[in-house]
């Protein structure tokens, strides 16, 4: 089974950028739907990106055009690279692994993922 780890999460101001990087171990990242996750305080886990080879990409609505999700199979390394960031944005992020492929509805869906990571936080400050 596959093992994530997230890192780069951090403290910036409103308007600010930050890049995730989920490092993938124990299996390649190439044979999952892979997403992104967040959850604030006080809040549900919801869905930010997720990617997959085939089926290609989907973003929630709340981050598109300011959130790229990508894949790197040679470092086995999954990322979010977050612009324009606002204190909304503020939660601990998960990088998370679907063994199973997805219908469309699903893709941004936590109960469909199989492997979490432990989460890195981010913090937007206005």
């Known amino acids: 089974q596959v093992q994530l780890v997230e890192s780069g999460g951090g403290s910036v101001q409103s308007g600010g950028s930050l890049r995730l990087s989920c490092a993938a171990s124990?299996?390649?990242?190439?044979?999952?739907?892979m997403a992104w996750f967040r959850q604030g305080p006080g809040k549900e886990r919801e869905g930010v990106a997720s990617?997959?080879?085939?089926?290609?990409?989907k973003y929630a609505d709340s981050v598109k055009g300011r959130f790229t999700i990508s894949r790197d199979n040679a470092k086995n390394t999954v990322y979010l690279q977050m612009n324009s960031l606002k204190p909304e944005d503020t939660a601990t992020y998960y990088c998370?692994?679907?063994?199973?492929?997805?219908?469309?509805?699903?893709?941004?869906?936590?109960?469909?993922?199989?492997?979490w990571g432990q989460g890195t936080q981010v913090t937007v400050s206005s």
């Open positions: 124990g299996d390649t990242v190439s044979r999952y739907y």
């Open positions: 990617i997959d080879s085939d089926v290609g990409i």
């Open positions: 998370a692994a679907a063994t199973r492929k997805l219908a469309w509805w699903s893709r941004l869906q936590p109960g469909f993922f199989d492997y």
